[in-house]
């Protein structure tokens, strides 16, 4: 795949006595031999950039184990971005491996790095969270594509991103967020070992010494590699939350009102948005794309409005970012007076739910309101 790449293959030839010496190095950086999934009891686990490149090195062989909760098939990188017939573009593909080099030419920086958290969060309070409280200044962020890294964000410092993941986290071959995510940012990749199927009240959160390597634009078919970073940006921290998949999901004898907007689903979302927030540090800023959107056929505008409440009611969220398609979002503006407990009855109103424009219901409810 990289057949016409001499300068990429020649880096790599010089890299593989380094390679197979780190992979070899698992029994030593690894003494148990084993790696314990997270869960409430063992909710969080500190890895070296040193166990991570070597766990890294295995995925890139083909040699690690499969956790028995996978059955996607994927914690090495065969076949997923090796294997002849993969769903995708022999274009992307090669981008993932382009960027998994140039992971291996930059290990020595790697390795002086600090150590990553990965910390699986979870919250009691989704069905009482307090929302009697302000809503965070959001900040919308218009793009005309998709955009993994935006140059109006790069005046922060330091970040939590939201990733729109499924419940098995994990890379593979298309170009979803989350696979570009994880092609993008190799430190990540080691998470599925031993992450298992996100609950309805949990999320993960990975902070620490990351950093993404990558910068892709575009989504699904689109996406494209822009860059590999030769100096790596600041550091972020990665938020993984699954939304509802509302594309196979449709009320009983309610077809003219969006799923997003059945009470329950509004709870769940509620619920799995705050155990992801609870994990952040106070005064976090928030970057999100639209979560749940795409092919779990979530509503733009309604994730926006349960991203807006739970980031205000976590305590932990200084500023929402919301990067979305240009238009169409202004109206949001007009809300930033509400509480979040106002919002999230505004979100239950029949008239919402049954109004034939929902922007125009929000914003007579809003007027209603204030």
């Known amino acids: 795949m990289l057949d016409d790449d001499a300068d990429t293959w020649n880096v790599f030839r010089e890299a593989i006595p380094h390679l197979v010496d780190l992979a070899l190095r698992m029994p030593s950086l690894f ?39 996978n059955d996607w098939g994927g914690v090495n990188l065969y076949p997923h971005w090796f294997g002849a017939g993969v769903d995708t573009t022999r274009e992307l593909r090669t981008s993932y491996i382009r960027i998994t080099l140039a992971y291996f030419q930059q290990l020595d920086h790697y390795l ?24 965070v ?5 218009e793009l005309d594509e998709a955009d993994d890294n935006p140059q109006v964000l790069s005046g922060l410092a330091r970040y939590a991103q939201v990733v729109s993941a499924h419940r098995n986290i994990g890379f593979g071959p298309a170009a979803t967020q989350e696979e570009r995510v994880f092609a993008s940012v190799p430190t990540l990749r080691v998470a599925p ?40 940006p ?12 509302l594309d196979a999901w449709i009320p009983p004898n309610d077809k ?14 509620l619920t799995k948005l705050l155990a992801g927030f609870s994990g952040l540090a106070r005064g976090t800023d928030v970057v999100s794309i639209p979560w749940g959107c795409g092919a779990f056929g979530g509503d733009v505008r309604v994730k926006v409005l349960l991203l807006w409440i739970a980031a205000s009611a976590s305590g932990n969220v200084s500023r929402l970012h919301f990067t979305a398609p240009a238009g169409g979002l202004a ?26 424009s929902y922007w125009a219901a929000l914003a007579n409810a809003n007027t209603a309101l204030t």
Do not use: K
Request: some cysteine; proline content about 7%.
């Open 31 to 69: 003494p148990s031999a084993s790696l314990d999934p997270l869960s409430i009891q063992r909710s969080r686990v500190t890895f070296s950039h040193a166990q991570i490149a070597c766990i890294n090195v295995h995925a890139f062989l083909g040699t690690l184990g499969m956790p028995e909760w």
């Open 112 to 135: 002086q790095g600090e150590p990553v958290t990965f910390n699986l969060s979870t919250t009691a309070h989704g069905a009482d969270a307090n929302l009697d409280v302000p809503l």
């Open 137 to 141: 200044s959001l900040h919308i962020v």
């Open 193 to 232: 070992l031993f992450v298992p199927p996100l609950a309805a009240d949990s999320a993960l959160l990975i902070s620490g010494g990351v950093r993404p390597l990558a910068h892709f634009r575009g989504h699904l078919r689109s996406a494209r590699l822009v860059s590999i970073y030769a100096t790596q």
């Open 234 to 245: 600041a550091e972020q921290s990665w938020l993984f939350m699954d939304a509802a998949e």
């Open 256 to 269: 003219d009102t969006l799923p997003d907007l059945h009470p329950r689903i509004l709870q769940r979302e």
């Open 331 to 356: 109206v949001l503006q007009q809300l930033q007076s509400l509480s979040a407990r106002t919002l999230w009855d505004v979100l239950h109103s029949d008239a919402l739910r049954s109004a034939p």
